[in-house]
């Protein structure tokens, strides 16, 4: 038998090691916040897919790594956000495959102070891919939902990018000339008005082709009176729509 300080004791030792084992639960960090997830799946998306297949341009490939692209899909898409494809953003339009969003940015050649045009924000992440190496990006967007949407991510996101919801075949001509301008649905020609936006010696970053087949895409530098036309890859974008 304890004697009754022994009892005592033992009492007071268990009760020691109760509040330890609390403490201890207390203190253990919480679970990884889902953001350490898709930094990991992020770093190998611009490894693997960017650089590996060429991308080399710094600032694109860091560009790449600070977007948050699990932002800018649906909800039920965002274990794929980081996977080697487009994905649906709704009314029949895609976020486009990382890869080619980091070759129409490298393509665009963009510095610090230039004015950058987007035609298609769609969701919204070539254009936050833009607005981190530059402070002036516009972007114009057919579906009103969708630039209503893009307008916000970005807004939420702290990105500087103007948004418009237009038929983008035209331009904007209120902050024309740009020094680039990203095309991200394709004409089945291209817009005259594009080229009368660019500076000289703009870049204009587009897919041409027919609706649903497949596009060359391209990039034109405006030289003077001319341009120089140079034949990139073939691409498969959603059509450039008109409407409004
Ligand atoms: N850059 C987008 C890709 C979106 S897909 C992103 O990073 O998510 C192309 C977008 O172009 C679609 O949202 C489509 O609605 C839009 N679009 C099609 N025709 C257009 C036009 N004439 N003017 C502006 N946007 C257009």
Redesign the pocket.
């Given at each position: 038998m304890f004697s009754r300080k022994a009892l005592l004791i033992l009492i007071a030792l268990a009760l020691v090691l109760v509040a330890l084992v609390g403490a201890l639960a207390l203190t253990r960090p919480a679970a990884s916040p889902p953001i350490e997830r898709f930094t990991t799946q992020r770093e190998e998306m611009v490894a693997d897919q960017i650089h590996a297949r060429g991308v080399n341009d710094a600032q694109v490939l860091d560009a790449a790594m600070s977007v948050p692209r699990h932002e800018?899909v649906l909800p039920e898409t965002i274990d794929e956000a980081y996977e080697d494809h487009p994905l649906p953003?709704g009314?029949g339009?895609?976020?486009?495959q990382p890869y080619i969003?980091a070759v129409m940015t490298e393509l665009a050649q963009i510095k610090r102070g230039d004015r950058v045009l987007?035609?298609?924000?769609?969701?919204?992440?070539?254009?936050a891919m833009l607005a981190r190496l530059t402070d002036e990006v516009y972007s114009?967007?057919?579906?009103p939902e969708?630039a209503a949407r893009a307008e916000m991510t970005l807004k939420r996101l702290g990105y500087n990018v103007v948004v418009k919801n237009?038929?983008?075949?035209n331009g904007w001509q209120e902050h024309a000339p740009y020094d680039a301008i990203l095309v991200?649905?394709a004409p089945d020609h291209v817009p005259p008005p594009l080229i009368a936006q660019l500076k000289e010696g703009g870049r204009l970053i587009i897919p041409v082709g027919p609706t649903g087949g497949y596009q060359t895409l391209w990039r034109i530098i405006k030289r003077g009176d001319k341009v120089i036309s140079e034949n990139i890859m073939g691409v498969l974008?959603?059509?450039?729509?008109?409407?409004k």
């Open positions: 800018f953003i009314y339009q895609t976020i486009s969003v987007e035609i298609g924000t769609g969701s919204g992440y070539q254009a114009v967007e057919i579906i969708l237009d038929d983008g075949y991200t649905c974008f959603v059509p450039l729509t008109r409407g």
